[in-house]
């Protein structure tokens, strides 16, 4: 079945980085544009980056811009969301999403279980 | 950026209840919205796309509507089931693609 399996996230302190990966099994990896959204924790969702099928087009948030790169490895089904510089407020469970695109529009399906990334000294 | 506004914020209901929660865009976005569900310590899951299109496996009492910016989605016999938190989401033109505040349907 179509399946997206995050891990990397953990406890780190303020100005630290972290490398997410997400797994991905079940579909063509390489055919699907790819998303990370984050959810701190008691809040609502923000859409934190996406990448291309190919990976030749990134878009980045702008509350992370500058210190989060988002990439992937079509051969290895692997979608990776490297992050440094971290503050307080990237505390948060960070989920991948499968981008599925029709000429009406696009949507995040399916979603996978999330890591938490927490940042405090 | 383009915001979106739900409401209301939470509500209470009962089984059997017909629910419905609006979304606003502060522009139009045509019909580039989706509707997300999530359980706490779940993700979300999609229900509705490009406003008004069951996604597969979703139940028939879900339905979406709207245009332009403003949006409804509709769950027409609340089940046990249905208690979570709702997000609408907008993917018009390019990112950022940003979400509602959410919406929290708890048992009255």
């Known amino acids: 079945q179509v399946q997206l399996v995050e891990s990397g996230g953990g406890l780190v302190k303020p100005g630290g980085s972290l490398r997410l990966s997400c797994a991905a099994s079940g579909f063509t990896f390489s055919d699907y544009y790819m998303n990370w959204i984050r959810q701190a924790p008691g809040k609502g969702l923000e859409w934190v980056s996406y990448i291309s099928s190919s990976g030749r087009t990134i878009s980045y948030a702008d509350s992370v811009k500058g210190r989060f790169t988002i990439s992937r490895d079509n051969a290895k089904n692997s979608l990776y969301l490297q992050i440094n510089s971290l503050r307080a407020e990237d505390t948060a469970v960070y989920y991948c999403a499968r981008d599925n695109r029709i000429h009406v529009g696009h949507w995040f399906d399916p979603w996978g279980q999330g890591t938490l990334v927490t940042v405090s000294s | 950026d383009i915001q979106m506004t739900q409401s209301p914020s939470s509500l209470s209901a009962s089984v059997g209840d017909r629910v419905t929660i609006t979304c606003r865009a502060s522009?139009?976005?045509?019909?580039?919205l989706n509707w997300y569900q999530q359980k706490p310590g779940k993700a979300p899951k999609v229900l509705i796309y490009a406003a008004s299109s069951l996604q597969s496996g979703v139940p028939s009492r879900f339905s979406g509507s709207g245009s332009g910016t403003d949006f409804t989605l509709t769950i027409s016999s609340l089940q046990p089931e249905d208690f979570a938190t709702y997000y609408c989401?907008?993917?018009?033109?390019?990112?950022?693609?940003?979400f509602g505040q959410g919406t929290k349907v708890e048992i009255k």
């Open positions: 522009q139009s976005i045509s019909s580039y």
């Open positions: 989401q907008q993917t018009y033109s390019t990112p950022p693609w940003t």
